[in-house]
């Protein structure tokens, strides 16, 4: 399933980039794992599968939209707590070269891209 996601919405689903598990909501979506970093929130994998199947469904399906604390809220309810390793970042993706492309796209996107960036140089680094 494919998601156009203008500037100003977050995803409110599954991905084709998470996995099945993560798409049968055992472990955190990338949705949901956007949106409380972008609330400087963290939910520990174990805090998320102790949640009801219903209350995982509601913070992927509720939107994070800026100036409202809808999804914080939700979140906060749910057990998100504040997140103190300080690992939020401005949305700048180190290592990739400053494109047009990069430029349109989507907060989410490239919140995806950082998270690949770091993976494959955390897996360069491991070799």
């Known amino acids: 399933m494919q998601f156009d996601?203008?500037?100003d919405l977050s995803p409110t689903a599954c991905l084709d980039v998470d996995s099945a598990s993560a798409r049968d909501l055992a472990w955190l979506p990338y949705a949901v794992r956007f949106k409380l970093d972008e609330c400087g929130?963290?939910?520990s994998l174990r805090d998320w599968q102790q949640l009801a199947l219903a209350e995982r469904a509601a913070l992927v399906r509720t939107p994070l939209v800026p100036g409202t604390t809808g999804?914080?809220?939700?979140?906060?309810?749910?057990?998100?707590?504040?997140?103190?390793?300080?690992?939020?970042?401005?949305?700048?993706?180190?290592?990739?070269a400053s494109q047009d492309w990069l430029?349109?796209?989507?907060?989410?996107?490239?919140?995806?891209?950082?998270?690949?960036?770091?993976?494959?140089l955390a897996h360069q680094q491991a070799a």
């Open 5 to 7: 996601l203008s500037p």
């Open 41 to 43: 929130l963290t939910l």
């Open 71 to 96: 999804f914080e809220q939700l979140a906060r309810a749910c057990g998100a707590g504040d997140d103190a390793g300080g690992q939020r970042t401005d949305g700048n993706v180190e290592g990739v």
């Open 103 to 120: 430029a349109r796209s989507t907060p989410f996107a490239r919140y995806v891209l950082r998270k690949l960036v770091h993976k494959k």
